[in-house]
Protein backbone atom coordinates (compact mmCIF):
# COMPACT_ATOMS: atom_id res chain seq x y z
CA UNK A 1 0.00 0.00 0.00
CA UNK A 2 1.35 2.90 -0.85
CA UNK A 3 0.30 7.11 -0.76
CA UNK A 4 0.09 9.39 -3.73
CA UNK A 5 3.45 9.99 -5.71
CA UNK A 6 4.13 13.63 -5.68
CA UNK A 7 3.35 13.85 -9.64
CA UNK A 8 -0.27 11.97 -8.53
CA UNK A 9 -1.14 14.59 -6.23
CA UNK A 10 -0.12 17.45 -8.14
CA UNK A 11 -2.74 15.99 -10.85
CA UNK A 12 -5.41 15.52 -8.31
CA UNK A 13 -4.98 18.76 -6.77
CA UNK A 14 -5.32 20.51 -10.46
CA UNK A 15 -8.35 19.26 -11.00
CA UNK A 16 -9.79 18.50 -7.39
CA UNK A 17 -8.07 21.64 -5.42
CA UNK A 18 -8.65 21.02 -1.56
CA UNK A 19 -11.95 19.20 -2.36
CA UNK A 20 -10.04 15.91 -1.30
CA UNK A 21 -8.25 15.13 1.49
CA UNK A 22 -5.39 13.75 -0.54
CA UNK A 23 -3.00 12.48 2.49
CA UNK A 24 -5.99 10.14 2.97
CA UNK A 25 -5.69 8.46 0.06
CA UNK A 26 -3.98 5.27 -0.53
CA UNK A 27 -3.15 2.77 -3.37
CA UNK A 28 -2.94 -0.91 -3.37
CA UNK A 29 -2.06 -3.24 -5.73
CA UNK A 30 -5.07 -6.23 -6.35
CA UNK A 31 -5.38 -9.51 -8.61
CA UNK A 32 -8.58 -8.28 -10.47
CA UNK A 33 -8.46 -6.52 -13.95
CA UNK A 34 -10.17 -3.21 -13.13
CA UNK A 35 -9.87 -0.50 -10.28
CA UNK A 36 -11.95 -0.34 -7.72
CA UNK A 37 -12.28 2.63 -4.54
CA UNK A 38 -13.47 1.94 -1.35
CA UNK A 39 -13.15 5.33 0.99
CA UNK A 40 -10.55 6.59 0.31
CA UNK A 41 -8.32 3.71 -0.63
CA UNK A 42 -7.79 3.25 -4.64
CA UNK A 43 -7.09 -0.59 -5.56
CA UNK A 44 -4.76 -0.79 -8.78
CA UNK A 45 -5.09 -3.50 -10.89
CA UNK A 46 -2.23 -5.63 -12.45
CA UNK A 47 0.33 -3.58 -14.92
CA UNK A 48 -0.92 -0.60 -13.55
CA UNK A 49 2.46 2.13 -13.16
CA UNK A 50 3.90 2.31 -10.33
CA UNK A 51 3.74 6.58 -10.70
CA UNK A 52 0.28 7.22 -12.72
CA UNK A 53 1.26 10.72 -13.37
CA UNK A 54 4.18 9.71 -15.39
CA UNK A 55 1.93 7.43 -17.64
CA UNK A 56 -0.26 8.71 -21.01
CA UNK A 57 -3.38 11.24 -20.90
CA UNK A 58 -5.86 7.88 -20.58
CA UNK A 59 -3.78 6.17 -17.80
CA UNK A 60 -3.97 9.49 -16.06
CA UNK A 61 -7.48 10.12 -16.50
CA UNK A 62 -8.32 6.67 -15.23
CA UNK A 63 -6.69 8.26 -11.80
CA UNK A 64 -8.87 11.30 -11.96
CA UNK A 65 -11.65 9.02 -12.64
CA UNK A 66 -11.25 6.56 -9.40
CA UNK A 67 -10.48 9.75 -7.33
CA UNK A 68 -13.80 11.20 -8.08
CA UNK A 69 -14.95 8.27 -6.41
CA UNK A 70 -12.68 8.94 -3.34
CA UNK A 71 -14.18 12.61 -3.13
CA UNK A 72 -18.11 11.01 -3.48
CA UNK A 73 -16.53 8.83 -0.23
CA UNK A 74 -14.98 11.55 1.15
CA UNK A 75 -17.68 14.05 0.68
CA UNK A 76 -21.34 12.10 0.43
CA UNK A 77 -20.38 8.15 1.78
CA UNK A 78 -24.10 7.36 2.24
CA UNK A 79 -24.92 8.87 -1.38
CA UNK A 80 -22.09 7.18 -2.70
CA UNK A 81 -23.03 3.51 -1.43
CA UNK A 82 -27.03 4.41 -2.55
CA UNK A 83 -25.28 5.23 -6.04
CA UNK A 84 -23.36 2.54 -6.16
CA UNK A 85 -26.23 -0.30 -5.92
CA UNK A 86 -28.47 1.54 -8.04
CA UNK A 87 -25.33 1.18 -10.85
CA UNK A 88 -25.22 -2.33 -9.78
CA UNK A 89 -28.84 -3.49 -10.24
CA UNK A 90 -29.77 -1.63 -13.06
CA UNK A 91 -27.21 -2.80 -15.63
CA UNK A 92 -23.91 -3.35 -13.83
CA UNK A 93 -20.50 -2.38 -14.47
CA UNK A 94 -18.40 -1.61 -17.29
CA UNK A 95 -17.65 0.81 -20.20
CA UNK A 96 -20.32 1.08 -22.34
CA UNK A 97 -23.71 0.10 -19.89
CA UNK A 98 -26.18 1.78 -18.83
CA UNK A 99 -24.75 3.11 -15.22
CA UNK A 100 -21.50 4.72 -16.97
CA UNK A 101 -23.41 6.45 -19.89
CA UNK A 102 -23.48 9.87 -20.12
CA UNK A 103 -26.08 12.12 -22.23
CA UNK A 104 -24.84 14.84 -24.11
CA UNK A 105 -26.28 17.28 -21.95
CA UNK A 106 -26.54 16.55 -17.76
CA UNK A 107 -26.90 17.72 -14.84
CA UNK A 108 -24.19 17.17 -12.36
CA UNK A 109 -26.58 16.24 -9.59
CA UNK A 110 -28.58 14.14 -11.18
CA UNK A 111 -25.62 11.80 -12.41
CA UNK A 112 -24.77 8.37 -10.50
CA UNK A 113 -21.62 8.05 -8.84
CA UNK A 114 -19.62 6.15 -12.36
CA UNK A 115 -21.75 8.92 -14.69
CA UNK A 116 -19.72 11.41 -12.23
CA UNK A 117 -16.77 10.01 -12.64
CA UNK A 118 -17.03 9.32 -16.56
CA UNK A 119 -17.59 13.22 -16.51
CA UNK A 120 -14.42 14.15 -14.87
CA UNK A 121 -12.41 11.73 -16.81
CA UNK A 122 -13.54 12.49 -20.14
CA UNK A 123 -13.41 16.38 -19.39
CA UNK A 124 -10.44 16.44 -18.14
CA UNK A 125 -9.14 14.64 -21.63
CA UNK A 126 -10.88 17.27 -23.74
CA UNK A 127 -10.24 20.11 -21.19
CA UNK A 128 -13.40 20.81 -20.82
CA UNK A 129 -14.31 20.60 -16.74
CA UNK A 130 -17.75 22.69 -17.60
CA UNK A 131 -20.45 21.10 -15.60
CA UNK A 132 -18.78 19.65 -12.75
CA UNK A 133 -17.94 21.15 -9.50
CA UNK A 134 -14.31 21.01 -10.31
CA UNK A 135 -14.30 23.34 -13.92
CA UNK A 136 -11.55 26.01 -13.05
CA UNK A 137 -9.21 22.85 -12.44
CA UNK A 138 -8.99 22.42 -16.59
CA UNK A 139 -5.22 20.51 -17.40
Keep these: MRRLTPGEALLAAGVFGVAIDLDRVRLARWPMSFGMVLGSLIFLPPGAPDDVAEAGARMRAWLLHELTHVWQFQT ?3 WTLKSWAGVLLSGGYGPGLPGYRLAARWDWEELNLEQQARA ?11 GTPFARGNP
Design 76 to 78: RPC
Design 120 to 130: VETGWLERDLA
